[in-house]
């Protein structure tokens, strides 16, 4: 165990953990931010994407003692009142069907319009690829973040 | 206006008394303000509540609460039961808050997800919860003006005395309407005066989705609550001999480990009881991290296990289960299923004379089908939280056959039904997985030794690995014409391990002078159950690109083809049994040919069309597709459905669509197979599913417009899908895709 102090959107955090836990299971387990999910444990579904300083990661296989002062932000501090353009695009096209995912997919297209904001069809499809929706969402989150881009 | 006659009773009340006080998810402590109820639209919160009957309570600031019965698992229940409540009442949807309502028969009826028959068997309930409801508001007002109830209106939650010019809120007379008894007979809207029923509503629970509040049972947390884990078996044919956990207990935060038992041994499952590992290490401690990294450290020694027969309570009575030894592979189900598949099998329908048709046929064209297990892989792994004292159970998360969990739970707990309190959670998907509770008896095993709460969490290797998978299936098909080119048999044989996907009385069957149907199954250990339209889900890969083949071969298009046999089912059907109404089924292909422009707009593409019928709906799609065999770019998916009234328009074309990617990934990559009885698959870098990139460009979803009651929708647009897309594939390669995955999975090579 370890004393590592985070800086989680916006906010500072002490947590003692073991240096090998990853960030999603401090996130859930000890600072109560249950937005960010558990899919795979392999970075192979998305579904844990954080943003470390504005970069997309996947908080499953980015082990605490590896964030040092950099800047975490999660679903939950993505925007102060939940009005993200990309969340509110969500809303717009009713994206959801479970939700499980779209934490994940909602974070991950935050970078994408971060780095490249007027992304075209085949852009955000590869930069998304990486997140699986098993409910078959994706026509809507393409339409979303397409609405989100020329809001 | 319809008068129907009211089943609620006296009974809904007194046991209502449960669900007061906005009491969901109470446990949830520091998360309770987010999660029991959709309030987040802006309404203001009433002081207080009065309940009007189960379903609903009202504020004395008019806003109401209505308590959707079934679980959600994305097929957006939670939205579209409270709105039929909503319609019935009367009452404005802006000043609507839904509650997921926990596990409670005495009110609700049937909370399973499943069948596709949320909206269709509830349909009459919930609209007589918010007619009687409404009916009592205006007897509340009657009296208090002192005027014939007869007299008086509603509009958007107002009640109107239109002579004397008076309204009222509902929220005003809510406290008297409350006390009143329960309307004997009650009026329902005519479906032409509907003003939510048929408009699209957004998601209750979409502001938390977006925001990433809690709402998931993974997502649940008590205070002094442990992480529990388990160890299954390696493979299917396995049980457990020993297990030394010296060294997991050394490790950080680790309580304590110890082996469960899921049934008592006089114990009889149901057909939601998992009896494939029914003895498990369960490992428990202070942190999800700290349990799965000490689980590596866990030594246990797996034996084989000999044949036994299993008692098992199914759904037509009690079945003798034979679970055979051994460790099963892949190879060796293949090679089963084709010696089977050679023999003749067990005669499920047969219509004039098939035999004597085939012999005297100018051409049989026969064909095989496969399609390999599938894992359900859910997005929210499987997961449960326990509270289990010595007189009582609390098990809150997700689930989609609560009323019979329940069951299995008091039987192994040994403790009455009414001291087990089951909550329902939003859940991560489920595609049926989540039919099969077993791990809510994991759960509940685990906090009645720790005499602690307890959440236990399944990582994605222990969900694929410890699967209720979809069967592997194989069908034959042939077809007989003669020398005119006209249909003149049908036969189809169908198998799968250890269960085979048939239904005998569906098209064709019908609609051909001799038909036949036979079936076998060949047993094995590996637990298999409902996965989105069972059967189904093969069927129709199977059967509509069989019936493109045999188009082809007539020379006919093979939209008319379908069309003919349908008209031939409808004025003159071949046997009694016909499970489909032709015109119905007619009618979605008729509508996806017209809105494709199949007849004016097909020259050039590379397009497909398949129809299908199951949990009461009918559903076409066409699927138009560029590119090569290696790298196939899906362009456009047409649907046509018929599933009566549409509840949520929007709501329902966006789980068609999901259904549609579904169909196409789970047909393009989906497969697990074994080797030594083992999963040779495990987590999602293995298990293929379908992502951003090869999902279709554009889904276009057409219903038919009647006043038919709703009928199901999360399964049939699912199956289809699949057949339309085998039969674009052969137009853009000219082979034929008759073994699932159609694509061969890039993790082989
Ligand atoms: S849980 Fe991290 S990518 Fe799947
Ligand atoms: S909405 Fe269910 S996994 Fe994406």
Same mark, same amino acid.
């Not at chain 1, 997919?105 to 590869?126: F, G, R």
């Not at chain 2, 802006?42 to 009065?50: A, H, L, M, V």
């Not at chain 2, 079945?319 to 499920?348: D, F, R, W, Y």
């Given at each position: 165990?370890?004393?590592?102090?985070?800086?989680?959107?916006? /906010?500072?955090?002490?947590?003692?953990?073991?240096?090998?836990?990853?960030?999603?299971?401090?996130?859930?387990?000890?600072?109560?931010?249950?937005?960010?999910?558990?899919?795979?444990?392999?970075?192979?579904?998305?579904?844990?994407?954080?943003?470390?300083?504005?970069?997309?990661?996947?908080?499953?296989?980015?082990?605490?003692?590896?964030?040092?002062?950099?800047?975490?932000?999660?679903?939950?501090?993505?925007?102060?009142?939940?009005?993200?353009?990309?969340?509110?695009?969500?809303?717009?096209?009713?994206?959801?069907?479970?939700?499980?995912?779209?934490?994940?997919?909602?974070?991950?297209?935050?970078?994408?319009?971060?780095?490249?904001?007027?992304?075209?069809?085949?852009?955000?499809?590869?930069?998304?690829?990486?997140?699986?929706?098993?409910?078959?969402?994706?026509?809507?989150? /393409?339409?979303?973040? /397409?609405?989100?881009?020329?809001? | 206006?319809?008068?129907?006659?009211?089943?609620?009773?006296?009974?809904?009340?007194?046991?209502?008394?449960? +669900?007061?006080?906005?009491?969901?998810?109470?446990?949830?402590?520091?998360?309770?303000?987010?999660?029991?109820?959709?309030?987040?639209?802006?309404?203001?919160?009433?002081?207080?509540?009065?309940?009007?009957?189960?379903?609903?309570?009202?504020?004395?600031?008019?806003?109401?609460?209505?308590?959707?019965?079934?679980?959600?698992?994305?097929?957006?229940?939670?939205?579209?039961?409270?709105?039929?409540?909503?319609?019935?009442?009367?009452?404005?949807?802006?000043?609507?808050?839904?509650?997921?309502?926990?596990?409670?028969?005495?009110?609700?009826?049937?909370?399973?997800?499943?069948?596709?028959?949320?909206?269709?068997?509830?349909?009459?309930?919930?609209?007589?919860?918010?007619?009687?409801?409404?009916?009592?508001?205006?007897?509340?007002?009657?009296?208090?003006?002192?005027?014939?109830?007869?007299?008086?209106?509603?509009?958007?939650?107002? #009640?109107?005395?239109?002579?004397?010019?008076?309204?009222?809120?509902?929220?005003?007379?809510?406290?008297?309407?409350?006390? #009143?008894?329960?309307?004997?007979?009650?009026?329902?809207?005519?479906?032409?005066?509907?003003?939510?029923?048929?408009?699209? @509503?957004?998601?209750?629970?979409?502001?938390?989705?977006?925001?990433?509040?809690?709402?998931?049972?993974?997502?649940?947390?008590?205070?002094?609550?442990?992480?529990?884990?388990?160890?299954?078996?390696?493979?299917?044919?396995?049980?457990?001999?020993?297990?030394?956990?010296?060294?997991?207990?050394?490790?950080?935060?680790?309580?304590?480990?110890?082996?469960?038992?899921?049934? *008592?041994?006089?114990?009889?499952?149901?057909?939601?009881?998992?009896?494939?590992?029914?003895?498990?290490?369960?490992?428990?401690?202070?942190?999800?991290?700290?349990?799965?990294?000490? @689980?590596?450290?866990?030594?246990?020694?797996?034996?084989?296990?000999?044949?036994?027969?299993?008692?098992?309570?199914?759904?037509?009575?009690?079945? #003798?289960?034979?679970?055979?030894?051994?460790?099963?592979?892949?190879?060796?189900?293949?090679?089963?299923?084709?010696?089977?598949?050679?023999?003749?099998?067990?005669?499920?329908?047969?219509?004039?004379?098939?035999?004597?048709?085939?012999?005297?046929?100018?051409?049989?064209?026969?064909?095989?089908?496969?399609?390999?297990? +599938?894992?359900?892989?859910?997005?929210?792994?499987?997961?449960?939280?326990?509270?289990?004292?010595?007189? *009582?159970?609390?098990?809150?998360?997700?689930?989609?056959?609560?009323?019979?969990?329940? @069951?299995?739970?008091?039987?192994?707990?040994?403790?009455? +039904?009414?001291?087990?309190?089951?909550?329902?959670?939003?859940?991560?998907?489920?595609?049926?997985?989540?039919?099969?509770?077993?791990?809510?008896?994991?759960?509940? #095993?685990?906090?009645?030794?720790?005499?602690?709460?307890?959440?236990?969490?399944?990582?994605?290797?222990?969900?694929?690995?410890?699967?209720?998978?979809?069967?592997?299936?194989?069908?034959?098909?042939?077809?007989?014409?003669?020398? @005119?080119?006209?249909?003149?048999?049908?036969?189809?044989?169908?198998?799968?391990?250890?269960?085979?996907?048939?239904?005998?009385?569906?098209?064709?069957?019908?609609?051909?002078?001799?038909?036949?149907?036979?079936?076998?199954?060949?047993?094995?250990?590996?637990?298999?159950?409902?996965?989105?339209?069972?059967?189904?889900?093969?069927?129709?890969?199977?059967?509509?690109?069989?019936?493109?083949?045999?188009?082809?071969?007539?020379?006919?298009?093979?939209?008319?083809?379908?069309?003919?046999?349908?008209?031939?089912?409808?004025?003159?059907?071949?046997?009694?049994?016909?499970?489909?109404?032709?015109?119905?089924?007619?009618?979605?292909?008729?509508?996806?040919?017209?809105?494709?422009?199949?007849?004016?707009?097909?020259?050039?593409?590379?397009?497909?069309?398949?129809?299908?019928?199951?949990?009461?709906?009918?559903?076409?799609?066409?699927?138009?597709?560029?590119?090569?065999?290696?790298?196939?770019?899906?362009?456009?998916?047409?649907?046509?459905?018929?599933?009566?009234?549409?509840?949520?328009?929007?709501?329902?074309?966006?789980?068609?669509?999901?259904?549609?990617?579904?169909?196409?990934?789970?047909?393009?990559?989906?497969?697990?197979?074994?080797?030594?009885?083992?999963?040779?698959?495990?987590?999602?870098?293995?298990?293929?599913?379908?992502?951003?990139?090869?999902?279709?460009?554009?889904?276009?979803?057409?219903?038919?417009?009647?006043?038919?009651?709703?009928?199901?929708?999360?399964?049939?647009?699912?199956?289809?899908?699949?057949?339309?897309?085998?039969?674009? +594939?052969?137009?853009?390669?000219?082979?034929?895709?008759?073994?699932?995955?159609?694509?061969?999975?890039?993790?082989?090579?």
């Amino acid at each position: 165990m370890a004393i590592f102090k985070l800086k989680v959107n916006r /906010k500072e955090y002490q947590v003692d953990v073991d240096p090998s836990t990853p960030m999603l299971w401090v996130l859930r387990d000890h600072l109560n931010l249950v937005g960010t999910k558990f899919g795979c444990g392999m970075a192979q579904c998305g579904a844990c994407t954080i943003h470390l300083d504005g970069i997309a990661v996947r908080s499953c296989i980015t082990f605490v003692d590896s964030v040092g002062d950099k800047e975490i932000t999660t679903i939950e501090g993505l925007s102060e009142n939940g009005d993200h353009p990309l969340q509110q695009a969500w809303i717009e096209h009713d994206v959801p069907q479970c939700g499980y995912c779209q934490s994940g997919q909602i974070m991950n297209a935050a970078a994408l319009l971060k780095a490249n904001p007027h992304p075209t069809d085949e852009e955000i499809e590869s930069a998304m690829n990486g997140n699986i929706c098993r409910c078959g969402t994706y026509t809507r989150i /393409k339409a979303a973040i /397409k609405t989100a881009a020329n809001s | 206006m319809t008068i129907v006659k009211t089943e609620l009773n006296r009974r809904s009340f007194i046991k209502s008394s449960l +669900l007061t006080g906005g009491g969901l998810l109470i446990g949830f402590n520091w998360l309770a303000a987010a999660c029991s109820t959709s309030a987040s639209k802006g309404q203001s919160i009433p002081d207080e509540w009065f309940e009007i009957n189960g379903y609903l309570k009202i504020g004395e600031n008019g806003v109401v609460t209505i308590m959707s019965p079934n679980p959600e698992i994305g097929q957006n229940v939670k939205t579209s039961m409270p709105m039929i409540v909503a319609e019935e009442l009367d009452v404005d949807w802006k000043n609507v808050l839904v509650e997921q309502a926990p596990l409670n028969t005495a009110i609700f009826n049937r909370q399973l997800a499943g069948g596709s028959d949320s909206i269709k068997q509830s349909w009459p309930g919930l609209r007589m919860a918010g007619a009687s409801a409404r009916k009592m508001l205006m007897d509340a007002a009657a009296k208090k003006w002192n005027v014939p109830v007869e007299e008086i209106t509603t509009e958007l939650g107002i #009640l109107y005395h239109k002579n004397s010019g008076k309204k009222a809120g509902y929220g005003e007379v809510a406290s008297a309407a409350a006390q #009143l008894p329960v309307p004997k007979e009650v009026e329902l809207k005519d479906l032409k005066d509907f003003k939510i029923i048929g408009t699209s @509503k957004k998601n209750v629970d979409g502001h938390k989705i977006v925001t990433g509040q809690p709402l998931f049972g993974l997502d649940y947390k008590k205070e002094g609550m442990l992480i529990a884990m388990i160890v299954h078996p390696p493979a299917f044919g396995m049980k457990l001999k020993s297990f030394d956990a010296t060294d997991v207990k050394t490790k950080p935060g680790i309580k304590d480990v110890f082996q469960i038992k899921i049934f *008592n041994d006089d114990y009889k499952p149901q057909w939601c009881d998992t009896t494939s590992f029914t003895e498990l290490v369960a490992i428990v401690g202070n942190s999800t991290w700290e349990v799965m990294s000490a @689980k590596a450290y866990l030594k246990v020694e797996w034996e084989p296990f000999a044949d036994y027969k299993i008692a098992m309570a199914g759904w037509g009575g009690d079945q #003798l289960v034979n679970v055979p030894a051994g460790l099963e592979s892949t190879a060796e189900h293949n090679a089963k299923m084709t010696a089977a598949s050679a023999k003749p099998g067990k005669i499920e329908r047969r219509d004039g004379n098939p035999e004597e048709a085939f012999k005297e046929a100018a051409k049989v064209i026969e064909r095989t089908y496969t399609a390999p297990f +599938l894992a359900h892989t859910p997005m929210e792994p499987m997961n449960f939280f326990a509270d289990v004292t010595a007189d *009582n159970a609390v098990l809150i998360g997700p689930i989609q056959s609560p009323e019979y969990m329940e @069951k299995t739970l008091a039987a192994r707990l040994g403790l009455p +039904l009414e001291k087990i309190d089951i909550q329902m959670t939003r859940m991560g998907g489920g595609f049926g997985r989540r039919l099969y509770g077993h791990f809510m008896v994991e759960a509940a #095993l685990i906090s009645q030794k720790v005499k602690a709460p307890v959440k236990l969490i399944y990582t994605r290797e222990d969900e694929i690995t410890f699967g209720i998978y979809r069967p592997a299936y194989h069908a034959l098909y042939r077809a007989a014409l003669d020398d @005119k080119n006209n249909l003149i048999a049908f036969h189809v044989k169908m198998g799968g391990v250890p269960e085979n996907a048939l239904h005998a009385n569906r098209f064709p069957a019908g609609a051909v002078d001799n038909y036949l149907a036979e079936s076998w199954a060949i047993e094995s250990n590996i637990s298999v159950g409902a996965m989105r339209a069972p059967g189904s889900n093969f069927n129709a890969v199977a059967e509509q690109s069989f019936l493109d083949e045999v188009a082809e071969a007539m020379g006919k298009d093979p939209i008319q083809f379908r069309l003919d046999l349908l008209k031939r089912a409808k004025e003159n059907p071949v046997g009694e049994k016909n499970d489909y109404d032709a015109a119905r089924y007619a009618g979605v292909i008729e509508l996806v040919r017209d809105k494709s422009g199949w007849e004016k707009d097909s020259a050039g593409k590379n397009r497909g069309v398949a129809a299908y019928f199951c949990h009461s709906s009918y559903v076409a799609n066409v699927v138009d597709l560029t590119g090569d065999k290696d790298n196939p770019v899906i362009q456009k998916v047409y649907a046509a459905i018929d599933c009566g009234i549409v509840v949520n328009p929007d709501a329902a074309i966006n789980m068609t669509e999901g259904a549609i990617v579904d169909g196409i990934g789970q047909s393009m990559y989906g497969q697990l197979t074994f080797s030594k009885g083992q999963p040779d698959q495990d987590n999602f870098d293995s298990y293929r599913l379908i992502r951003h990139t090869e999902a279709p460009k554009e889904i276009e979803v057409h219903f038919v417009q009647n006043e038919i009651h709703p009928t199901g929708l999360g399964e049939p647009p699912y199956p289809p899908v699949m057949g339309a897309l085998a039969n674009a +594939l052969y137009k853009a390669t000219g082979d034929r895709y008759r073994h699932q995955p159609f694509i061969k999975n890039s993790f082989e090579s």
